[in-house]
C-alpha cells in the first residue's frame, strides 16, 4: 500500500493556493507552516496530486505519521539522496529536508536538472504530520543522466479517487466534507487541477482523456472500483480510520479535560488555619501578603548585601552610656537625702518616747501619822 502511494503520488493537502515564492528563507517559511496549522483548523483537507509543480509553488501536504519521510511521488525524477536536518528555531523542534537537481522527465531536457524541493515541519510545538513543500530553483542546474531524460516517473493519467475531504487537525479533526458540486463521478469537472492537482486540464471524462468517462478507454477499460484503485481504497480507508482514531482521542482529552475543570471548581480552598474563615481572607490574600512580606525582607537584605557597609560598626563599651561624674553627684545627694531622713525619724522616735511616758507612780506604802502628844 504504500508502495503505491509513492508510485502514484496520491496526497492529501490543502486544497487553496498559498502564492508563488521563488525565494524564502528559513523563518519566511516557518512563518507559513505556522499559519497553515490555523488554516487547516478551518479548511478541510482534499485528496489530490502534486504534478511537476512551477518554481515557487508551495503546498501544505499532510502525511501519514507512520511514514513521515517518504514524500510522494511529485511527477519530478530525484537522482540525488534527500538531505535532512533539525534544530530549534524561535524556541520549536524543526525537521528540514532538501532535495536537489530533481527534473521533470521529457520536460527539463533543455535546462538541466534545475528544481529543488524543500519541505519543513514542527517536531515539537506543531503538528509533526503537517508539511510545508516549497519548489525552487538551483542557481547551477546539474545535466541530467541520458539514460534518465525519458524515463516517466509515473503512469499517466493520473487517476482520482471520489473520496470527500477530510479535516487533519482542529475541533473538527475527523470529520468529512464532500467536494463542492460533488458527490458524483470525476467525468465532468472542469480541470483536475481545483482542487486536485497543480496546473488545470480538462475533466477526466473529457477528450483530453481519450475517454468518457473515468472508467471509458482513456483508463484501460476498468472501472473506479476495479484492480486499478483496490489499493487507493485501502489506503483512503487506512487514512479514514487514521482519522477517526484521532477524532476519538480529542474527543477523550475534551473530556478529561471538563472532568478536571469540574473537579477544580468543586474543590474548596486549603486553608492554612481557621482564621482565615473567620476573617474573610482567601488563602490567596493570605499567600499574597505573605509573599509581598517575605519579599520586601529580603530585598532590604541583598540591598544591604549589595550597597550597604558591609563592615561592622565597632562595638560600644557597656557602660559607655552613663556619666561617671553625673553618677557620683547623684550618689551623694542620695546620702545627703539619706542622712536628713535618718535624722527626722531618730526625732520622730524622741518626741513619741517623752509623750508615752506616765505621769508618775502611786506608792502603796503607809506612812504614819503623827499624833501629837
Known sequence: MQQLMATEG??????????????MTVDQSLGLLMRGHQMASNVPFQWGYIDKPAEGSIYLVYMNPQHPVTFPNDGIRWPEPESARSGQVNGKDVEMLECRNGFAPGVDLGVGAWRVRKRYRFLRGGYPQLWLVHYTASP???????ALANQPIRSMPLRFPDEPGVYIIGEKVGQKVNRPGGGGGMGGGPGMGAPGMMGGGPGMGAPGMAGPGIGGPGMGGSGMGGPGMGGFNAQVAQQNTHMAMMEQQRRAQAQAQAERARQTRARPEDDDSGDETESHISTRALAMTRYRRNHEFMSAVFTQAAWGDKNAPPRKAAYSGFNKADIESTVEQLKADIETLNAKAEERRTQKLATSRPAGDVSMEIVPEEVAV
Open 10 to 23: 496520491l496526497v492529501l493537502r490543502y486544497p487553496e493556493t498559498l502564492g508563488v515564492h521563488r525565494e
Open 140 to 146: 547551477q542546474p546539474a545535466p541530467i543522466p541520458p
